[in-house]
């Protein structure tokens, strides 16, 4: 099924949003496709080549929500509430 996906990436248009929730995006990021975007996450966390773009939809949100916790905890020292 993966290839298929992939296949079909190359021909969906996918919309162009300058803020997402009012959260600008970067030139950067809105010039990537799916793929580049996925492989920039993993480079940036330091994940095996492709790994990321190789998640299902659900695990890719759960580990950006588990990266995201671990960045804010790491930088600032907290916790979010609830999380015990």
């Known amino acids: ?3 298929a996906y992939v296949m079909i990436e190359r021909f969906v248009k ?7 929730l009012d959260i600008p995006i970067d030139d950067d990021f809105m010039n990537m496709s799916r793929m580049e975007l996925c ?3 993993g480079v940036k966390f330091g994940l095996p080549d492709g790994a990321f ?5 659900t695990q890719k ?11 804010r905890e790491h930088h600032r020292g ?5 999380n015990e």
Do not use: D, K, V
């Open 61 to 71: 949100i759960r580990l950006g929500c588990q990266l995201a916790r671990n960045f």
């Open 39 to 41: 492989n920039h996450i």
């Open 53 to 57: 773009w190789n998640l299902q939809s």
């Open 14 to 20: 996918y919309p162009e949003e300058p803020e997402i």
């Open 78 to 82: 907290s916790s979010e509430p609830g």
């Open 1 to 3: 099924m993966g290839w």
